[in-house]
């Protein structure tokens, strides 16, 4: 079945403790990108990757990283989180830019930083 | 700045009301406006995509059209399953190979039985 993966769906920490959200898609999709989702702002996208190697800022980049490595991985780190980083976070792939294909979403992480 | 308006925030019909929602958009050149499904705990699920002014589509109880500043999806004679978040996302031709998708907050519908 066609898929985008997120782990871990829930997570509770504290400020300034490392963590990594994964993502891996398994339909060969040159194309990911990380939006989170706040009541009220929509989705927003924090970083894109239009291929292995190749990164680049959303609209919302900060205090966040991002590596692609390979093709189907795609996670998001949170260095030092901090409570304005709580949110719903989804990632996304598509195949490639340009197109025309839409894009898939995972089922989401809920991120709660205390 | 790409922009992206819903209107109405939430909805309810009466199973078989048949509504519209409407999204209002503005955009530095349409490359595509989407519509998505999504329900509670889960990723927003593609609907649908238009490309121009004046293109329909429809799937099951759903149609979505497009203008130059707006879309709107008519839903007719819903039932309870079509109940769900729908939002509504522009893609913009300017963004250089970033296939971001700059979404609007989102309809609320609830379909009462």
């Known amino acids: 079945e066609a898929q985008v993966t997120q782990n871990p769906r829930y997570l509770i920490t504290v400020t300034g403790k490392k963590l990594t959200v994964t993502c891996s898609q398994n339909?060969?999709?040159?194309?990911m990108s990380w939006y989170r989702q706040d009541p009220g702002l929509g989705l927003r996208q924090i970083y894109y990757?239009?291929?292995?190697?190749?990164?680049d800022k959303g609209d919302v980049p900060e205090g966040y990283k991002v590596s692609r490595k390979e093709k189907r991985n795609f996670p998001l780190i949170l260095e030092s989180p901090s409570p304005n980083q709580t949110s719903l976070y989804f990632c996304?792939?598509?195949?490639?830019?340009?197109?025309?294909?839409?894009?898939?979403f995972g089922d989401g992480t809920r991120l709660s930083i205390l | 700045e790409d922009q992206v308006t819903q209107s109405p925030e939430a909805l309810r019909l009466q199973e078989g009301e048949s509504s519209s929602l409407n999204c209002s958009y503005t955009?530095?050149?349409?490359?595509?406006l989407f519509w998505y499904r999504q329900d509670p705990g889960k990723g927003p699920e593609f609907l649908f995509t238009?490309?121009?002014a004046g293109e329909e589509k429809e799937k099951e109880r759903l149609k979505a059209t497009l203008t130059k500043k707006e879309s709107f999806l008519h839903i007719t004679a819903p039932k309870p399953e079509d109940s769900a978040t729908y939002l509504c996302?522009?893609?913009?031709?300017?963004?250089?190979?970033?296939?971001?998708?700059?979404f609007g907050t989102g309809t609320r519908l609830t379909i009462i039985p």
């Open positions: 996304a792939s598509s195949l490639r830019r340009n197109s025309n294909q839409p894009q898939h």
């Open positions: 339909m060969n999709h040159e194309y």
């Open positions: 990757s239009m291929n292995v190697e190749v990164t």
């Open positions: 955009v530095s050149g349409l490359r595509g």
């Open positions: 238009l490309y121009s």
């Open positions: 996302a522009v893609q913009a031709k300017a963004n250089f190979g970033n296939e971001k998708l700059t």
